[in-house]
């Protein structure tokens, strides 16, 4: 049973940082892309970031270019978002998701993380 487990959400005031993690079992995922998605209240599920497993390729929406990098680490099977200079627009519920296809790598979910940025 595949499971994608994220945590590191929590409060933050602006200005400042978070890193979520994403730990993934219950499959090889060295051919899957692992991915950030959000979705703020009343908005629609937006694309974050994503990372090819095997080789990296990492890459950003442009709201985030610059703040925010993915990362993963192969040994632990985990997936990483640290979030800089954090803004209060990046509140959302913060999903981790792993799919085959680069253009929509959402196969699997996580059940999401609550990040809240203060002003």
């Known amino acids: 049973q595949v499971q994608l487990v994220e945590s590191g959400g929590g409060l933050v005031q602006a200005g400042g940082s978070l890193r979520l993690s994403c730990a993934a079992s219950?499959?090889?995922?060295?051919?899957?892309?692992m991915g950030w998605f959000r979705q703020a209240p009343g908005k629609e599920r937006e694309f974050v970031a994503k990372?090819?497993?095997?080789?990296?390729?990492?890459s950003y929406a442009d709201s985030v270019k610059g703040r925010f990098t993915i990362s993963k680490d192969n040994a632990e099977n985990t997936a990483y978002l640290q979030m800089n200079s954090l803004k209060p627009e990046d509140t959302a519920v913060y999903y981790c998701?792993?799919?085959?296809?680069?253009?929509?790598?959402?196969?699997?979910w996580g059940q999401g993380t609550q990040v809240t940025v203060s002003s």
């Open positions: 219950g499959r090889t995922f060295s051919n899957y892309v």
């Open positions: 990372i090819r497993w095997n080789g990296g390729f990492p």
């Open positions: 998701a792993a799919g085959l296809r680069s253009s929509s790598p959402t196969e699997y």
